[in-house]
């Protein structure tokens, strides 16, 4: 059974930080091409960020220099690092493993706010 369990989200003050864990279980973590997405109130889910099983990372462009994702194959995590935050980063962010098959994690709520 796959597994995708994020962690971390919060409400923080604009220009703060927050860091998002994915735990995944279930699959080969090394070969998926894991994602950070997120969905604000009334919109589409977007993508913000991945990265591939080699290491590689894009990034939504509103999220380029303050936005980091990484991943540790030993412990089946991927992250994602979030700094200077904006009220518009306000979102539910979502994990997601991609490789032969997709899966997505519960979310997780981000809410920046003074």
């Known amino acids: 059974q796959v597994q995708l369990v994020e962690s971390g989200g919060g409400l923080v003050q604009p220009g703060g930080s927050l860091r998002l864990s994915c735990a995944a279980s279930?699959?080969?973590?090394?070969?998926?091409?894991m994602g950070w997405y997120r969905q604000a109130p009334g919109k589409q889910r977007e993508l913000v960020a991945t990265i591939t099983s080699s290491g590689n990372t894009d990034y939504t462009d509103s999220v380029k220099g303050r936005f980091t994702i990484s991943r540790d194959n030993v412990k089946y995590t991927v992250y994602l690092q979030m700094n200077s935050l904006k009220p518009e980063d306000t979102a539910v962010y979502y994990c997601?493993?991609?490789?032969?098959?997709?899966?997505w994690g519960q979310g997780t709520q981000v809410t920046v706010s003074s």
């Open positions: 997601n493993a991609k490789w032969t098959s997709v899966h």
């Open positions: 279930g699959i080969i973590f090394r070969v998926y091409t």
